[in-house]
Each structure stands twice: as C-alpha cells, then as structure tokens.
C-alpha cells in the first residue's frame, strides 16, 4: 500500500525498524529551499567570543531579510537550527529567487555595517550556501535531514566559496555565496532571479578529505581583491572580449608603414618637378605596334605607328632642349 505520508496510529503494531531503501514505492518529501551559512574562521575567535558570534549570527540574518522586504522567508523558516559557527533553515523553493536576489546583497550591507560598529574584535564575513531539493518536512524532530541539506554543507564548505573569501579584502567583501546547480538552474538560468546568469561563475565544488565534487556557481555581491583580477562571482558583469571563450584577445596590430611607391614611364619622360631645358623624347621600334595613344586627356586608338607617340599637353613644366634616347 502506497505511503500516504499521514501520521497513522500505531496501536496493536510493531515498531517500524527502518526506512529501508529500495523495499517499496513512498511519496517523495515536499521540495524545499535551503538556506545555510558559516562564519568564516570561526575557531580562530578566542573562545570566549565564541557564544557572541554564534547568536549575532541569527540575529544578523534577520536583520538582513527584513531589510531586504522578505521577513515572511524568516518567520515561516523551516526545520531552523544553529551549527555553532553557523545557521541553517529551509522555505518555500519559489522564494529562492529572492533570497538570491535581493537577499544576498542586503546581507553583505547588513555585515558591512555591523562590522563597522561592531565593539571589541568580533568580526563577521560568511559563506552562504543555496539549494533546492526533497527533504523532510511533518513538524517532527529531526525533519529537513537528507541528502539536499548534506549537500547544502558540503558546498559551505567546498574549496572555491573559502577562496572567494580568502582571496578578497576582508574590509569590502564580507558574503560569499555558492549556489548548487539545480539552485541555479531553476532560479538563475531560469530567468527568475533579477541578476544575469553572467554575474555567475561556475565552479567544481569540492572538500578536502572528502568524496564530495559537484557543478555549482560561485555569487559575490560586493568583488575586491583578487576576485577583481581573476574574475569570481561579482555583482558588476565581467567585460567579455569578442574572442572566443578561453581565447586571448588578439594583439593589436601596429601601424603599417605606407607602401613604396613606384614610378615608371615605359620608353618615355617622367617628371615630378620642373625641368627647366628642352625636353624630347624618341622611341625606335623594329616593328610596328597597334595601340592606343594620350592626346590631351583622351585616349584614342591608333593603327600602327613606328614607336610611341603622345601629343597633348603635359601636366610638368617644360624648359628649354632635352634629348634622351631609348633603344
């Protein structure tokens, strides 16, 4: 009998041993969106601030979602819980893009800020991980534990969102997010996020020690450091060259010189100045040549005449004699 996923009374029957896999068919649990986030070296803290940052952390995510015009996402959060260093929640999967966008960037001005005033050395900068997927949801203890929220904390703990961190400036960029890939692809590829899927920079997700690697996308709201050079998750689009992917731009190509240029005049005078002299030029040919010859600024065909002959005016001064002969 199919499971029908309600609460039965279970008088008169044996306690059920476990949820065997693969014994028989059950209804998938409700889609939910997960929310989760690490505080970034959190045991570097002296112990003693160890209690502050693991209750302003909450406290801060609040703060962010009302900011951002989204407190409804907070107060019907799901299977909510601290993990010491950290916090994680789900909700309803059609608030994801929101909680992309505009969530994550008012969470990075919520922390700029509270680390601007913050008193004594507590400072906060967070990883957040984003995903979608079936889990447990009945109002009973221990819901929301399956393999979307495993995976969910694998991601926080991936190597490309602690680099995004590490490798920016600690007074600028203060979230870093990392988005599995069926999170962005509903929510991001799908058109329904107000961020471009060019602000996204797609990584392959994996922690040291661990059998975890998976396609996700790396999302910075506020870039610096090396995040700036090496182009990571920002909130302004890297500027994308016509070259292909991968491809480096092409060298610009320097100015060429003019080309040579040449003058000739076949069995005749060339002048680019002004002669001052006669001038009188005489072809011999052994044969006679059919052709055309320049009268004036008109060209005429001719029969055949022994050698070249040009009348007309000629465009340099003439002065004087000159003789040159050709054979």
């Known amino acids: 009998?199919?499971?029908?996923?309600?609460?039965?009374?279970?008088?008169?029957?044996?306690?059920?041993?476990?949820?065997?896999?693969?014994?028989?068919?059950?209804?998938?649990?409700?889609?939910?969106?997960?929310v989760a986030v690490d505080a970034k070296g959190f045991t570097a803290h002296p112990a003693i601030e160890h209690g502050e940052i693991s209750r302003a952390i909450p406290e801060l995510l609040e703060?962010?979602?009302?900011?951002?015009?989204?407190?409804?996402?907070?107060?019907?959060?799901?299977?909510?819980?601290?993990?010491?260093?950290?916090?994680?929640?789900?909700?309803?999967?059609?608030?994801?893009?929101?909680?992309?966008?505009?969530?994550?960037?008012?969470?990075?001005?919520?922390l700029e800020e509270f680390n601007l005033h913050a008193s004594g050395t507590v400072g906060l900068r967070l990883r957040v991980g984003l995903n979608i997927g079936p889990l447990p949801d009945r109002g009973r203890d221990f819901d929301g534990n399956g393999t979307a929220r495993n995976d969910t904390h694998r991601l926080l703990d991936s190597q490309p969102v602690k680099d995004a961190l590490a490798t920016s400036r600690a007074s600028v960029t203060h979230v870093a997010a990392i988005l599995s890939e069926r999170c962005y692809q509903d929510a991001v590829a799908g058109g329904y996020t107000g961020r471009h899927p060019d602000r996204f920079t797609e990584v392959s997700a994996t922690v040291e020690g661990k059998p975890f690697e998976q396609r996700a996308w790396l999302y910075v709201p506020a870039p610096s450091g090396g995040l700036l050079r090496h182009g990571g998750g920002q909130d302004e689009p890297v500027e994308r060259s016509s070259a292909g992917a991968g491809e480096e731009p092409p060298a610009p190509t320097p100015a060429q010189a003019p080309a040579p240029v040449f003058q000739q005049a076949e069995r005749g005078n060339l002048n680019t100045g002004t002669v001052h002299g006669g001038q009188h030029t005489t072809n011999v040919l052994r044969g006679p040549l059919s052709g055309t010859v320049l009268q004036g600024r008109t060209i005429r065909t001719i029969g055949s005449v022994g050698g070249d002959y040009v009348e007309g005016n000629k465009g340099d001064t003439v002065h004087g004699d000159k003789n040159e002969y050709r054979r």
């Open 1 to 34: 009998m199919p499971d029908s996923g309600r609460p039965q009374s279970d008088a008169g029957r044996l306690p059920t041993a476990t949820a065997q896999p693969y014994s028989r068919s059950r209804r998938l649990p409700p889609y939910r969106g997960i």
């Open 63 to 110: 703060q962010s979602f009302v900011r951002a015009d989204l407190a409804e996402v907070w107060d019907d959060q799901r299977f909510p819980a601290s993990t010491g260093d950290g916090y994680v929640f789900g909700c309803d999967p059609e608030w994801m893009p929101f909680v992309i966008h505009p969530w994550l960037h008012t969470l990075q001005e919520t």
